[in-house]
């Protein structure tokens, strides 16, 4: 069994990106990126690849205290730069510190001001004084981080260059919980791995910089993942262990309530169904479901309730009427109308597909390039960690993140956000998870499957490039 990635992966990886930017560069010349957008691109997938390599085999060996030690602190280092280096380079290229066509981000900015200015006002009525600022179509998920940012602007003085550096931390510790739940399922070797690609993952990294709810969010579900595995795998029962994953999946709600909603659906099918091994005891097991049906009776009541039966009788309608908005709106892809969930399913665990080509308006997505090229690569690990898990039979004893990654990016493919990389985060730390549990499977006799899948992803971003380019007539 591997205990780091190979250069045989993270080398072709490289080259496969190479070739495919200079391809399309070169197809699509007039409409090629501006040099700072490869610049970040080259970063991105030359810094995951080449030192997923170097620091998995270099930290093997090392003790678990010093292991912790160094992945905490150059999460943290990478997260910082980041921070430091997008708060100039946005105020440089937007006139302020926020990312291009500044939407979600402004929103944000603006209700955790108001809603600091509350608590130096001893008001902490949030949820009535949001809804009368914002308008009473405010959702309950819209809440959650906005008073998460109230507090931090209060404690800073409303500094948006804080409230990053803040975020840099929590990015870091978040890496350190992957590691923690990673080796509690699959062993030290493999959550090393694990951790060193979250460490390394731009799209994670990306998120500290921006004033979106993504960074917690992701904490968040991790947090409630691990704290829920540990409770299912501790020897001795607590109710203290359970109250914290019950906890975190009550404020999931706030952050977005389909995870809310995934995250104890997942815990509920990971209880009735994990194997024994796992469970301990079955009487344990039962007290333990009681526990979490009781919690899902609770949270899926009133307006969360309404907003779980909006999502999902609406998930048709919304996906068709957002592809057919892309459609015809004023610069928009008149071939999105022919995508759909049947065209995002089976790709769910694998897209989005890069954008590396200078479509107007489409930035932030060129900036990020980089790291959905990652993300499709690694898709190919946690897909054969998967298929390995069921050929092995083993697939029980993990069942908590197989069941929250399946539900969830299921939830995602069915909905009108399926091609948007923000909306897959809350998975990717658990799709880095089983990437590395991929990596630990590999053999001589796997290779070949490795190199046929670069070569569709080296065919899709070529076809991607050309779909949106010539749906917009610019190809």
Same mark, same amino acid.
């Given at each position: 069994?591997?205990?780091?990635?190979?250069?045989?992966?993270?080398?072709?990886?490289?080259?496969?990106?190479?070739?495919?930017?200079?391809?399309?560069?070169?197809?699509?010349?007039?409409?090629?990126?501006?040099?700072?957008?490869?610049?970040?691109?080259?970063?991105?997938?030359?810094?995951?690849?080449?030192?997923?390599?170097? !620091?998995?085999?270099?930290?093997?060996? +090392?003790?678990?205290?010093?292991?912790?030690?160094?992945?905490?602190?150059?999460?943290?280092?990478?997260?910082?730069?980041?921070?430091? !280096?997008?708060?100039?380079?946005?105020?440089?290229?937007?006139?302020?510190?926020?990312?291009?066509?500044?939407?979600?981000?402004?929103?944000?900015?603006?209700?955790?001001?108001?809603?600091?200015?509350?608590?130096?006002?001893?008001?902490?009525?949030?949820?009535?004084? !949001?809804?009368?600022?914002?308008?009473?179509?405010?959702?309950?998920?819209?809440?959650?981080?906005?008073?998460?940012?109230? !507090?931090?602007?209060?404690?800073?003085?409303?500094?948006?260059?804080? $409230?990053?550096?803040?975020?840099?931390?929590?990015?870091?510790?978040?890496?350190?919980?992957?590691?923690?739940?990673?080796?509690?399922?699959?062993?030290?070797?493999?959550?090393?791995?694990?951790?060193?690609?979250?460490?390394?993952?731009?799209?994670?990294? #990306? #998120?500290?910089?921006?004033?979106? @709810?993504?960074?917690?969010?992701?904490?968040?579900?991790?947090?409630?993942?691990?704290?829920?595995?540990?409770?299912? +795998?501790?020897?001795?029962?607590?109710?203290?262990?359970?109250?914290?994953?019950?906890?975190?999946?009550?404020?999931?709600?706030?952050? +977005?309530?389909?995870?809310?909603?995934?995250?104890?659906?997942?815990?509920?099918?990971?209880?009735?169904?994990?194997?024994?091994?796992?469970?301990?005891?079955?009487?344990?097991?039962?007290?333990?479901?009681?526990?979490?049906?009781? $919690?899902?009776?609770?949270?899926?009541?009133?307006?969360?309730?309404?907003?779980?039966?909006?999502?999902?009788?609406?998930?048709?309608?919304?996906?068709?009427?957002?592809?057919?908005? +892309?459609?015809?709106?004023?610069?928009?892809?008149?071939?999105?109308?022919?995508?759909? @969930?049947?065209?995002?399913?089976?790709?769910?665990?694998?897209?989005?597909?890069?954008?590396?080509?200078?479509?107007?308006?489409?930035?932030?997505?060129?900036?990020?390039?980089?790291?959905?090229?990652?993300?499709?690569?690694?898709?190919?690990?946690?897909?054969?960690?998967?298929?390995?898990?069921?050929?092995?039979?083993?697939?029980?004893?993990?069942?908590?993140?197989?069941?929250? $990654?399946?539900?969830?990016?299921?939830?995602?493919?069915?909905?009108?956000?399926?091609?948007?990389?923000?909306?897959?985060?809350?998975?990717?730390?658990?799709?880095?998870?089983?990437?590395?549990?991929?990596?630990?499977?590999? $053999?001589?006799?796997?290779? @070949?499957?490795?190199?046929?899948?670069?070569?569709?992803?080296?065919?899709?971003?070529?076809?991607?490039?050309?779909?949106?380019?010539?749906?917009?007539?610019?190809?």
């Amino acid at each position: 069994m591997l205990n780091y990635i190979p250069k045989y992966f993270t080398q072709k990886a490289i080259y496969i990106y190479l070739a495919a930017l200079l391809i399309v560069s070169v197809m699509f010349l007039s409409k090629a990126m501006d040099w700072y957008w490869i610049v970040l691109g080259l970063i991105e997938v030359v810094g995951f690849f080449y030192y997923s390599n170097q !620091f998995t085999r270099q930290w093997s060996a +090392r003790s678990e205290k010093k292991f912790v030690k160094d992945l905490f602190y150059i999460s943290l280092g990478i997260r910082l730069v980041w921070v430091v !280096f997008s708060y100039f380079f946005y105020i440089l290229m937007t006139g302020q510190p926020f990312e291009f066509s500044v939407g979600d981000a402004g929103f944000y900015d603006n209700m955790g001001r108001f809603g600091s200015n509350l608590i130096a006002r001893g008001n902490f009525n949030f949820l009535v004084e !949001f809804k009368r600022y914002a308008g009473n179509t405010l959702a309950v998920s819209d809440t959650g981080y906005p008073i998460y940012l109230s !507090f931090i602007y209060f404690i800073t003085g409303k500094s948006i260059f804080l $409230t990053r550096i803040i975020k840099a931390f929590i990015g870091a510790y978040t890496v350190i919980l992957i590691y923690r739940l990673t080796t509690r399922n699959f062993g030290e070797s493999t959550g090393r791995v694990a951790a060193v690609f979250a460490m390394l993952m731009p799209n994670l990294i #990306y #998120y500290t910089g921006l004033h979106l @709810k993504e960074t917690e969010m992701v904490f968040l579900t991790v947090a409630f993942i691990e704290r829920a595995d540990y409770a299912m +795998r501790s020897v001795k029962f607590s109710f203290s262990n359970l109250i914290l994953p019950v906890l975190i999946a009550g404020v999931l709600f706030f952050f +977005r309530t389909v995870l809310g909603a995934t995250a104890l659906f997942a815990f509920i099918t990971a209880l009735a169904f994990s194997s024994m091994k796992t469970m301990k005891k079955g009487g344990r097991r039962a007290l333990l479901i009681g526990w979490v049906l009781l $919690t899902i009776a609770y949270f899926m009541g009133g307006a969360i309730a309404n907003e779980v039966e909006e999502v999902w009788t609406s998930r048709v309608g919304n996906q068709e009427t957002s592809l057919e908005w +892309r459609a015809k709106r004023e610069g928009g892809n008149v071939l999105a109308k022919y995508a759909s @969930k049947s065209v995002f399913a089976p790709m769910i665990f694998v897209i989005p597909f890069p954008t590396m080509v200078d479509v107007p308006g489409q930035e932030n997505q060129q900036l990020i390039h980089g790291g959905n090229y990652v993300k499709n690569i690694i898709a190919f690990f946690a897909m054969f960690a998967l298929f390995m898990l069921i050929v092995e039979k083993k697939w029980r004893d993990h069942l908590l993140i197989i069941s929250f $990654t399946g539900g969830y990016l299921i939830v995602v493919a069915m909905s009108a956000f399926a091609q948007s990389e923000r909306f897959h985060q809350p998975a990717l730390p658990f799709l880095l998870i089983l990437a590395a549990v991929g990596v630990s499977k590999q $053999t001589n006799k796997t290779k @070949k499957f490795y190199t046929w899948y670069l070569a569709f992803i080296f065919v899709a971003i070529v076809g991607w490039s050309w779909f949106k380019l010539a749906g917009r007539g610019m190809a």
